[in-house]
């Protein structure tokens, strides 16, 4: 909600952005920026200024490829007992997913973290539990810090965390659409800080700004793009700066660091992102859920999968489709049916348009 500073300074903004007469285009890659910008009407409110503000690829659950989902439906049907967030549950893999086969009896649990998974894995001795491991730089320290305290032999994980930066480095180097300026995520940024954006800025001449969640902090991080332009500048801001300080988490980073290495890996809607993958180091491979059932997941090797016929969620992480453009959205897929992830989790850009959209809501 607005305070009634917040008010005045929201109208003052948007009365100085107007004044310039712009014609821009910024993305933000964090899924409740995305809510915060639908459920406000912000992205309303400054399209009327000139300025398009488009979700990329800051959907976890979204990015996650169909093989990983593959590879957690086959652990799950060779008799393991394997843990992930809900939003994971309801993603269709080819032909089903982890909720259809938890119907048919398989030992599919949702967990709201990895402790959980650890504490199911702890309490059945004679189980062996896989945790999907999602996320971004926000989940990942967790992660690190559960394999750092020697969980039981019975526990592994399949990881599929990401990293935000060379993800962004792809998008601009596919070039697909234009983007004047960036609004980085305020959780993501909250562990990594500001520096590991400073290539963006230099080697591509954009402007950013770190930003919290409430709808001041979204368009004072709108304000702050436009003044870089208008001065003809581009380095990174920080907009968020109750939480986010330039060197980020440097506990959380060690962490991480201690346990993963930097890897290649495929994005849902991107091809294979060097560097952009989290890879568990060779001590801590015992728990990597891939090599440990390495034989179960033989089957996946030669396969290749694609988006289900028709979906455009490859082309909404990239920034170059909306949800209104699908021709499923709304009709064939919805959040109780849904075709692609990103009308699944609650940082889809489907999702949230669905939940906010007027016409829904009758």
Sequence with gaps: MFSLRDKKLARDIVI?????????????????????L?????????????????????????????????????LAQKGKTVTTFGDMINVPGEKQSLQSIRTEGYDVRMVYGID????????NRDKEVVFMAIGFETTAPTTASVLLKNPPSNFSILCCHRTIPYALKALLDM???????????????????????EFISEDYYIPQVVAGFEPIDILMAVWM?????KNEKAYIQNEYIRVVKDEGNVKAQMAIN?????????????????????????????YDARKKFAMDLDVLKEREFKDPKGCRCGELLRGISSPHECPLFGKICKPEKPVGP?????????????????KNKK
């Excluded at 100085?16 to 915060?36: A, P, S």
């Excluded at 309303?44 to 800051?58: A, D, F, N, S």
């Design 16 to 36: 100085e952005i107007k004044k310039l007469d712009v014609n821009l285009k910024f993305m933000h890659v964090c899924g409740t920026h995305q809510d915060t």
């Design 38 to 74: 639908i459920k406000h009407g912000l992205d309303v409110l400054l399209k009327e200024c000139g300025i398009e503000i488009g979700q990329g690829p800051g959907c976890p659950v979204c990015v996650t490829t169909q093989r990983e989902i593959e590879e957690m439906l086959i």
């Design 116 to 123: 959980d998974a650890v504490s199911i894995a702890e309490t």
């Design 175 to 197: 070039g697909e659409i234009k983007i004047d300026g960036l609004i980085e995520p305020g959780h993501v940024s909250t562990i990594i800080g500001t520096r590991p954006y």
């Design 225 to 229: 793009l436009v003044k870089q332009i």
């Design 258 to 286: 201690e346990v993963f290495k930097p890897g290649d890996i495929k994005w849902r809607g991107f091809p294979v992102i060097p560097q952009s993958g989290l890879v568990l180091k060779k001590k801590f491979e015992k």
């Design 342 to 358: 990103c009308m699944v989790s609650i940082e889809g850009s489907c999702n949230i348009e669905y939940r906010y959209s007027e």
